[in-house]
């Protein structure tokens, strides 16, 4: 079980504030094509996918039990 | 130097700081809400010279958080790079201000770059002017200072070059739609947090304390009490065209939106780089609370009281104005 | 309203929050540092009747970091609730504010708090003050936001009678000397971030979103990169006698200092309520990087640049000065 | 061994970021009167103590591994 942390508009997004993935090992890229596939998320690719309080590259792998959050770049100011 | 006495006290700056805060050159780009707060803070500094950069004029809606203006800026229709270089000679007049009323696209920007400067913060409204900060700021060695903000989310980041990511190593390209301060609002405090963290980060890197500055990107929700800070270093890219080994630099040469005024319509057409995935847009812009219509050819909303019409093959119409400026700010805001 | 679209657009607060803050009143105490930042933020919010009370005047070391004030202010050397009351009439001149030059001690302070108000925030610097608001509070039902800084240092709490701790319970008594931003110095950046705070709890309470209210207290170091969120709960203490069940409201009771000035001397004569523990004192200004001498019987320091002495018996004399509001400032900034 | 974090000016007037105390339990009293005496620290009684996270009463335990952390009120506003 991967628990996902939802920041900034995502939460009303998907009307919660955090999502659960059943998996056991995923990689960010795979983590990347579920939430566009199943979630109907769009722009995945330029959100910032942090795990254990660390921004982590595609290749990474997430296991289970590691937090992982999502990171929306904004562009007010 | 008695009026800067209390940041004199504090040990990290002492005498040796102010000297060199005395002696540095700040650029702040957009001094919107972010801008006008950290303009004024480091103006209060104490800083040597400070350049200023913005297109816009000051509004009534920009009162409710873009502290240096008051209701004479709005009534007036001042632009804000005027209204707010009045206000900081008013605060300092020991630091030197400078005000251009520009795009950051326009030719005269670079040159800022040239000239030198010592820290660049941004104070922009959107992607496409913080991949050129980013690309100059590369480019030139100089750090710059991420941040943004968007209801009561906000986030800030300092990219030192030859050290940290990039802007482009951490977003690898431009979100297709923004969520902005005019379409999800925006509340003071989460401004003024984040021009809290750009302020200190300026600071410490105007002092030469590098071992301070934060090395994290900070994140928080002021409503939802949440606050995290991130290691970014995993992220730094060495194929990063804007930072890696063999650079492109690709915002310097990024083909630009082209833009004209039709005649007599009260409209302006844009023409984006690349196409539009109408579907993937009108989704995201509903998700912001927007409605919006879209069929297979164009998709339809309404943008700041636009009528704005998006054709699949990069083509918009922004209605309802002449001016080529406000139709340029919609555009990147929203779309660049 | 347009004025207040992007806050209105803000989801937790939309067009019933707006009136709702329209129609609540604010007091702020002191207009200093913190004061400044959030009287500034909640005007523009658009908040119904802002009240501020501040004693002391706008002075050039003040600049740096009180974001109301400008050269002009300092020049004249304007009380600062009046300085105040200018720039933000010229920010907004919707909402009333009513200024006044006084002491928090004063008789008409606790009028105030007897017509009604919906939040106190905390703009003060002195500890004697804070737990005088908190009783004042708990005796009221008045929620209350403590907001403290020194160097990039800070902290913020907000205290709801009823529920949470009260000021009282977290700091069981007076320190006996104290950090300030005189002796430790101060960034901007540090007052921002706890102005930020306070005003994003403030702007809670009065949209009435109890459950989006923060019940930890707030604790950041902005140079050494750290920040926490400490729960409180269990501080909440039944014997407390400013919030538990049998209240005493000791503030509003404590014998005060009295206060003389010396004839032909320039100097100001302190009874501090209580003896001096000389030696522990002598420690604590050693330790902020202060020159004391001491013996069993007195206690040299300088403060602020006035020679002052501190006898055992709990006699004080501040030299170089006839102003007994000086005087007392200094005073309750350090002792009280 | 008990890890106690400094806040403020005490990361100044200890010279360093944390204290080490030797004990496997020792209570937030105590661990006041440790202050006062071994390190002479004074106004230890103003200090708010925290431990893991969430401020403790006087009568609380701390145990072997719990992360306390002193934080001092200031007055500055």
């Known amino acids: ?77 | 130097m008695e009026r800067y006495s209390r940041q004199i006290l504090f040990s990290p700056i002492g005498e040796e700081g102010q000297k060199k805060i005395r002696s540095k050159h700040v650029l702040i780009v957009g001094v919107g809400a972010l801008g006008s707060a950290t303009a004024e803070l480091l103006t209060r500094a104490g800083v040597g010279k400070l350049t200023i950069v913005d297109r816009d004029y000051v509004d009534w809606t920009n009162l409710q958080r873009q502290t240096l203006y008051c209701e004479q800026d709005a009534e007036s229709g001042l632009p804000k790079a005027i209204a707010a270089k009045q206000r900081l000679e008013a605060i300092n007049h020991d630091v030197e201000i400078r005000a251009f009323v520009m795009d950051a696209d326009d030719e005269p920007f670079v040159s800022i770059f040239e000239q030198g400067v010592d820290v660049v913060i941004d104070g922009t409204d959107n992607f496409e002017t913080r991949f050129l900060i980013n690309d100059l700021a590369q480019k030139y060695n100089v750090p710059w200072i991420y941040g943004a903000c968007v209801g009561s989310y906000g986030l800030s980041f300092a990219m030192i070059p030859g050290k940290t990511p990039c802007f482009r190593c951490l977003v690898h390209h431009l979100p297709s739609y923004h969520m902005t301060c005019d379409n999800i609002g925006i509340i003071a405090p989460t401004v003024q947090m984040v021009a809290s963290y750009q302020t200190a980060e300026a600071l410490k890197i105007l002092v030469e304390d590098e071992r301070a500055i934060r090395d994290s990107l900070v994140v928080f929700d002021l409503w939802k009490n949440e606050h995290r800070f991130l290691k970014v270093n995993k992220l730094k890219n060495k194929q990063c065209p804007s930072c890696g080994e063999h650079r492109s630099y690709p915002s310097l040469q990024e083909p630009k939106a082209k833009m004209a005024v039709l005649c007599g319509r009260e409209t302006v057409q844009i023409r984006h780089p690349h196409s539009f995935d109408l579907k993937e847009m009108a989704q995201q812009i509903k998700a912001s609370g927007q409605k919006v219509q879209y069929n297979d050819y164009l998709m339809i909303t309404e943008l700041e009281g636009h009528r704005t019409v998006l054709f699949a093959d990069g083509r918009m119409l922004i209605h309802g104005t002449k001016d080529l400026m406000d139709a340029r700010s919609l555009y990147q805001k929203y779309f660049a």
Do not use: C, W
């Open chain 1, 1 to 77: 079980m991967i628990r996902v942390l939802l920041f900034a508009h995502l939460k009303e997004q998907f009307n919660r504030q955090e999502l659960i993935f059943p998996h056991q090992e995923i990689t960010v890229r795979q983590l990347r094509e579920e939430l566009e596939k199943n979630y109907s998320l769009s722009s995945v690719s330029s959100i910032m996918i942090a795990v254990n309080e660390e921004f982590a590259t595609d290749e990474e792998i997430i296991r289970e039990g590691d937090v992982v959050a999502l990171i929306p770049p904004v562009s007010g100011g």
